[in-house]
Nanobody, 122 residues
């Protein structure tokens, strides 16, 4: 089984920084893309940032210039550096792995982490 384990969430004041990490563990041959979603109370889950195995990135407009996503393919790990945090960034942040193959011949599957809380106080 493949598991995604997030870490790095917490409470920070507005203007501060946090770094989220997510490790995908288990029998993994390849991962297409890894990313971060977030869900605030009463809101739908939204994409924050995503990075492909080749390093291409995409960000939601509200975090561009403040957040940076990066990835270590050898470690099946994705990071989200969050700077200049705002109260509206408060949410549960979920790690996502897209197109995971456990063997070269395995079908692709997608996985979610359990989420880590990020709270930004004003």
């Amino acid at each position: 089984q493949v598991q995604l384990v997030e870490s790095g969430g917490g409470l920070v004041q507005a203007g501060g920084s946090l770094r989220l990490s997510c490790v995908a563990s288990g029998s993994i041959f390849s991962i297409n893309a890894m990313g971060w979603y977030r869900q605030a109370p009463g809101s739908q889950r939204e994409l924050v940032a995503i990075i492909t195995s080749g390093g291409s990135t995409n960000y939601t407009d509200s975090v561009k210039g403040r957040f940076t996503i990066s990835r270590d393919n050898a470690k099946n790990t994705v990071y989200l550096q969050m700077n200049s945090l705002k109260p509206e960034d408060t949410a549960v942040y979920y790690c996502y792995a897209d197109g995971v193959k456990r063997r070269s011949y395995s079908p692709r599957a997608n996985y979610w982490g359990q989420g880590t809380q990020v709270t930004v106080s004003s």
